[in-house]
């Protein structure tokens, strides 16, 4: 038997589809372009991207619900293809929001029917339905039904259904989208434990600082292709020799941002918005000191906090996701 | 042991999660109360047309509220699944397709039987038709038949929600066949030739003019082929319908044709 809990070589996926009836036009999208990873044995992997980046067709691939254009991919030594039944037995699935549960049933109806239709034995659903609940803090509540739920009770019910047959692989898909930031500690809690036990745990998010805190190794993968593979600390080398610049804003505007990207020695600049507050991140060369040029080119807008740090994992990712905007994009591996 | 688990709890857990009409207002509002009235629609009119008599409606509509639950029902037990987000995480259970669904039929040709029932009863005490005791446990069997051939007519119907989204334009379009073609209120020798063609694939057709025998008094052996009959065209419909629950999950794994998760 391999030595990896997932592998997968050339993975690619191309979608067709065809709108219209008189005069159809087709597309193709490709959305996963030659995905080449493994996954040891018990560990913590991540998968980062931006949206549409092939993240979750890359998880609908290795979890059977899709079959590759091209590529092959094993799990736990079976192939996803042909051996679905024996890759079923032996992962669960995750993923965020709201759906995906029954709502007009309770937690411990919805948890029995997919105890039956993941095969756990009828004498241990029981006491596996309770250890779940338990693992997931919903004792209490189960009998109450999931219409009712909170998204953070929704999302531990979620991880509770994908552990009832006790996976070897759990597929987390962005399992912590739109939870608050409790209920997201609860939940990084849960999986950290679960990786402590020697399930192995593939898991997809937005966040950079949960990647960071839970991963062994991360993947960014970006239009359809792996970017970048390493360790937290590896990938975080993306972004040696930049410091970063930030400056809380108000009408920050893209003609503004488009000249700031333009000046001499800035490599990244991008404007996030919370609340009312634009966040302006400026990615520099080290040795270059952006900070008047780029307050000169902010002169009218109203600014706030001004701070100059070092890069974190966060910069990182943007530093090579938007490289692929490059003209050559060659794959970097960094260690790993 | 675990497969008939599989088809009885997960069955019923599956109705109670899926079907629409399981609280007390619609379920009695909708299908108990609706097809009493339909047969009374049915009966005023034939009376005031002089096509049949009142004992030719009120089987004919007693055998036809059976399929109301189970052609809608069949139509939830998938569509349902898209509306919840449910269906990626029951199409990657590793048992059988098969017990599965076929779990999902039981208590839909459970509910179809139970109003069947209940609108043969009602419509006879109210329009004063007179049923042999002794053709009771035939008529029971008559209705029987047909819900669970309805069952597995809803189910091929279902099946037909894995590749097609607008599948209750299917389940609405069928109900309005199944009230046309199968002989219920239109006499079959009414009906073109084509029509009554189709009528003899459609579930209800057979167990109809099986029940119109009993109810009659001709007694289970007069009536016997037309429930086989019905039985078969049941059985068409389980095969038909684990055969395109099949290809459609094959396909949809090809032509990521679902919006699974």
Avoid at chain 1, 8 to 20: C, D, E, F, N, Q
Avoid at chain 1, 283 to 289: I, K, L, M
């Amino acid at each position: 038997m391999s030595g990896y809990a997932i592998e997968a070589v050339g993975l690619r996926r191309t979608y067709r589809s065809r709108t219209g009836w008189l005069r159809p036009q087709r597309r193709e999208v490709e959305a996963v372009r030659g995905v080449d990873l493994t996954v040891g044995n018990g560990e913590l992997f991540g998968l980062l991207g931006p949206n549409g980046a092939g993240k979750t067709t890359t998880i609908k691939l290795l979890n059977t619900l899709l079959i590759p254009t091209a590529g092959t991919a094993r799990v736990c030594g079976h192939d996803v293809v042909t051996q679905t039944r024996e890759v079923r037995r032996r992962i669960g699935y995750v993923f965020g929001g709201d759906r995906g549960l029954y709502d007009r049933l309770s937690a411990r109806d919805n948890l029995r029917y997919f105890a039956e239709l993941y095969g756990v034995p009828a004498r241990e659903q029981k006491r596996r339905i309770a250890e779940l609940l338990d693992l997931v803090r919903l004792t209490g509540r189960e009998q109450e039904r999931v219409e009712g739920y909170s998204r953070g009770m929704r999302q531990r019910l979620h991880i509770a259904r994908g552990l009832l047959h006790r996976p070897r692989v759990l597929f987390l898909d962005e399992p912590s989208i739109g939870v608050d930031p409790v209920a997201a500690r609860e939940l990084r809690r849960t999986v950290a434990d679960l990786a402590a036990t020697g399930t192995t745990v593939l898991l997809t998010t937005h966040y950079m600082a949960e990647a960071d805190e839970l991963c062994d190794r991360i993947a960014v993968i970006a239009n359809g292709t792996i970017q970048a593979l390493g360790t937290p600390a590896e990938l975080r080398h993306h972004a040696d020799g930049r410091q970063v610049l930030e400056v809380e804003a108000y009408g920050v505007a893209d003609a503004q941002l488009a000249a700031i990207h333009a000046l001499p020695g800035v490599r990244e600049a991008s404007v996030t918005v919370t609340g009312a507050t634009q966040v302006l991140t400026v990615q520099s060369d080290a040795g270059v000191d952006v900070q008047a040029a780029v307050l000169r080119e902010l002169d009218g807008v109203r600014l706030g906090r001004v701070t100059a740090r070092q890069p974190t994992l966060e910069d990182a990712y943007v530093a090579i996701v938007n490289r692929i905007n490059a003209p050559t994009r060659p794959l970097e591996a960094v260690g790993g | 042991m675990a497969l008939f688990r599989l088809i009885g709890t997960g069955g019923v857990i599956a109705y109670r999660a899926l079907f629409n009409w399981t609280t007390p207002s619609m379920f009695i509002g909708s299908l108990l109360v609706g097809p009493i009235f339909q047969l009374l629609f049915f009966a005023y009119l034939g009376r005031q047309l002089g096509v049949a008599d009142d004992r030719f409606y009120i089987v004919g509509n007693a055998v036809l509220a059976a399929s109301l639950s189970c052609v809608f029902g069949g139509t939830m037990a998938v569509a349902n699944e898209r509306r919840f987000g449910t269906l990626g995480h029951v199409l990657l259970s590793p048992r059988s397709r098969t017990a599965v669904f076929l779990g999902r039929v039981l208590p839909y040709a459970g509910n179809g039987l139970l109003i069947a029932a209940s609108t043969l009863t009602v419509g006879a005490l109210l329009l004063g038709l007179r049923v042999p005791v002794r053709a009771l446990p035939g008529l029971l069997l008559a209705l029987a038949v047909a819900a669970l051939a309805c069952g597995f007519f809803g189910l091929t119907l279902g099946a037909l929600g894995l590749r097609f989204r607008d599948v209750w334009v299917v389940s609405n379009v069928s109900v309005a066949l199944l009230l046309l073609l199968t002989g219920v209120n239109v006499p079959a020798a009414g009906l073109p030739g084509w029509m009554r063609a189709v009528g003899e694939a459609l579930p209800i057709t057979h167990a109809a003019r099986g029940a119109r025998q009993l109810a009659a008094g001709e007694g289970l052996a007069a009536a016997a082929p037309a429930l086989a009959a019905e039985a078969a065209v049941g059985l068409g419909y389980a095969l038909l319908a684990a055969a395109l629950l099949k290809i459609f999950e094959a396909e949809s794994r090809r032509r990521a044709s679902l919006d699974a998760l």
